[in-house]
């Protein structure tokens, strides 16, 4: 099975830039941009990221803003500010030098169990397995798992069947040839059996189980929620506000509004917004449109209205979370997707 595996993965693996080098930043770069996220959604990132961040001493001098920056979009921003925390970690308590082990690699902020393994065994040649999404599916379905692969029992199966199956001579190769066969090969719908090296020793093959498995919990839907946004223009200047430090899309900038209620006014829910959070006193007037956006567990429904200062209450203060922005200096904020639809929406 090793053997198989390897052959078709030094035949057939894609030519990314991480497979290029052995230099555990770059390998460790993108293993963090790569969790919950697509190659062909990280490759510029990637290469931006590194144009912008060669090396770790220059990630970890660089601001918390100038990083959420480059990810900007990229989603699931936890993923940059431990990024950037870790490399202040390993600068100020190792000197600037790279761990060396996947348990070293563990006690960086943002690096689980999959994370350093990967980067110890693809940088460093480590023996030590690998399991995220894609595995489980090859191992769940190689060894015909009916139990739900959710549940802790089987992950800690799943981890033992890949330490079990690990090359431990080539485990960097071996890992990602597991990784690209489940991404390639063994798709979550309709896996190529036909042309998957493993097919002769593959279980749900054999018993015809292949599209059946693996079996997982029902996900609940995605909350939805609705939200009104102000597009407040003053002296030719857009005012944009700065999520909390804590939550979904912390620290990125967007512009002012809250959640509504079922039943609420919009209009007088935004006025009352902008004053209490803001101290500012604004006309709501019509409504631009609607920007819909998907995160993993809930859906935002986000109606976007154009404000005007209330004339008697000009200017307007500038606290430390809000910015009256020039459309050239757009670019100098990190903005979420939904944010970015929100701009172009309005414009
Ligand atoms: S034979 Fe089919 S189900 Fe089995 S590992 Fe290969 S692609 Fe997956």
Redesign the pocket.
């Known amino acids: 099975m090793r053997r198989a595996l390897l052959a078709w993965y030094r035949r057939w693996a894609r030519d990314l830039p991480w497979r290029r080098t052995r230099d555990p930043y770059r390998i460790w770069v993108s293993e963090i941009m790569l969790q919950q996220t697509r190659v062909e959604t990280v490759l510029p990132y990637y290469e931006r990221f590194l144009a912008a961040f060669p090396t770790v001493r220059a990630l970890a001098a660089s601001s918390p803003a100038s990083v959420l920056r480059c990810w900007q979009g990229l989603g699931y921003y936890t993923r940059a500010r431990n990024l950037h925390r870790a490399a202040q970690t390993i600068v100020a308590q190792r000197g600037g030098r790279l761990p060396e082990s996947a348990a070293e690699w563990r006690n960086l902020p943002g690096v689980g169990r999959y994370t350093a393994n990967a980067i110890a065994s693809i940088a460093a040649g480590e023996a030590v397995p690998v399991v995220d999404g894609n595995v489980q599916?090859?191992l769940a379905?190689?060894f015909a798992i009916r139990a739900c692969i959710d549940d802790s029992a089987t992950q800690t199966r799943l981890w033992q069947l890949a330490e079990m199956l690990l090359a431990r001579r080539a485990a960097g190769a071996f890992n990602q040839a597991l990784m690209e066969?489940g991404a390639r090969?063994?798709t979550a719908r309709r896996?190529?059996?036909t042309v998957?090296?493993?097919?002769s020793q593959?279980r749900?093959?054999a018993e015809g189980l292949?599209e059946r498995?693996p079996v997982r919990r029902s996900k609940r839907p995605p909350r939805q929620v609705e939200l009104v946004a102000a597009w407040v223009r003053h002296a030719g200047r857009l005012l944009l506000v700065r999520r909390p430090a804590a939550g979904l899309l912390a620290g990125l900038w967007t512009l002012p509004g809250t959640e509504v209620r079922d039943g609420q006014p919009p209009a007088r829910v935004l006025r009352a917004s902008l004053r209490q959070a803001l101290g500012i006193e604004a006309e709501v007037g019509e409504r631009i449109g609607l920007v819909r956006h998907a995160f993993s567990h809930r859906r935002w429904v986000v109606h976007v209205y154009a404000c005007r200062l209330s004339p008697r209450r000009r200017p307007v203060r500038a606290a430390a979370n809000m910015r009256w922005v020039d459309r050239a200096q757009l670019g100098e904020y990190a903005l979420a997707a939904v944010d970015r639809k929100l701009l172009a929406l309005a414009r």
């Open positions: 599916r090859v379905r190689l066969l090969i063994c896996p190529s059996c998957c090296p493993l097919r593959c749900a093959r292949q498995l």
